[in-house]
């Protein structure tokens, strides 16, 4: 009897110090891990709303770069972190198609999150470097036919939406080429200004500025429709590549179990800064698109994560590339 009152005294005790805990919830900084390097497109999104966010929650969100296996190690890392309403995840595509590629993974993109929010959309882009011998989009798709053996494709490795664009791009015509996987286009990049390889597909987030600047060659977007930052582009499905469309989409995450009412005013601060003009302003330039707040929310995003499962797996499937 007195083991049994001491029991309920107890969870009286500790449900009101959670309650509490909750209700004043942030009482310290907050981790957004991002699963690519610093300075990539992930990277930009994630500062860009972790910067609003904090205003927002009034306690710091900082950015932490987990890298490796394409977006994995953050993953599984995200997935374990306690559930505690200080660490969160932002993740793209690659949560869904990771599924497929990754005979083994150490998470369950379906039942180890508790879903936040969506928050943009980013088209990509078909690059190669300054020099690259080709000029327009034909004149590439000639080259790398002719020239296979010796051209190096960029990449972020198996889950990032790099390869993916990249596995795409060389099935529609028809060529194997040499990937070179980085931990982030972000470094991917930098061996593109330099010349290190070859051709790569990227995020406008990433890529606006450097094709503004002339620093790299610029062959379509990935979108069905051209998008508004780069009006001369053409799309890759305009000039030959019949139904070829990535979009980039992302989501933040945090660890199944974290308090419904952090997940819930965590989407608040998500969609407060989506609303920031400062943020709207960024994005726009980069190219990438604001999610209407209707799609905000964690069901939306439960549902998008599935049915991003089900469309890529069989698209990945018919690749043929996987990793343990
Ligand atoms: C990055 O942030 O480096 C990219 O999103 C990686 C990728 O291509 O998926």
Same mark, same amino acid.
């Given at each position: 009897m007195q083991f049994k009152r001491t029991l ?88 869904? #198609? ?7 993974? &150490?998470?369950?993109?379906? @039942? ?35 020239? @296979? ?5 960029? #990449? ?19 060529? #194997? ?37 002339? &620093? ?78 209707? @799609?905000?929310?964690? *069901? ?7 049915? *991003? ?16």
């Amino acid at each position: 009897m007195q083991f049994k009152r001491t029991l309920v005294t107890l969870l009286a005790v500790g449900t009101a110090a959670l309650a509490h805990a909750q209700g004043n919830w942030p009482t310290k900084p907050i981790t957004l891990v991002v699963p690519f390097a610093a300075g990539g497109p992930t990277d930009v999104v994630a500062r860009t709303l972790g910067a609003s966010m904090t205003k927002a929650l009034g306690q710091t969100v900082i950015v932490e770069n987990k890298l490796g296996a394409g977006g994995n190690v953050a993953a599984a890392y995200a997935a374990k972190a306690p559930a505690d309403g200080y660490t969160f995840f932002i993740h793209h595509n690659g949560m869904a #198609t990771s599924t497929a590629l990754y005979r083994k993974l &150490s998470y369950d993109a379906l @039942k180890d999150f508790e879903y936040v929010s969506q928050a943009v959309e980013v088209p990509m882009t078909l690059l190669a470097r300054k020099d690259f011998p080709a000029n327009n989009f034909q004149e590439l798709v000639t080259y790398v036919k002719a020239n @296979k053996e010796k051209i190096n494709l960029a #990449t972020a490795g198996l889950g990032a939406v790099s390869q993916l664009c990249g596995m795409m791009f060389q099935r529609a015509i028809g060529v #194997t080429l040499t990937e070179v996987p980085f931990q982030g286009t972000g470094p991917a990049m930098n061996a593109l200004l330099g010349g290190q390889v070859d051709v790569m597909c990227d995020q406008t987030t990433q890529t606006v500025p450097q094709i503004k600047a002339g &620093s790299v060659k610029l062959y379509g977007v990935t979108t069905k429709d051209r998008v508004k930052v780069l009006p001369n582009a053409p799309t890759l499905a305009e000039q030959g590549l019949k139904d070829f469309e990535v979009v980039v989409w992302h989501g933040i995450y945090a660890p199944k179990g974290t308090p419904k009412a952090v997940v819930d005013r965590m989407n608040a601060a998500v969609r407060a800064a989506l609303r920031d003009p400062d943020v709207v302003k960024r994005m726009d330039d980069l190219g990438a698109e604001i999610v209407p707040d209707a @799609k905000n929310t964690p *069901e939306a995003l439960h549902v998008l994560l599935k049915s *991003e499962i089900d469309k890529w797996g069989p698209v990945i499937r018919a690749g043929g590339k996987f990793a343990d």
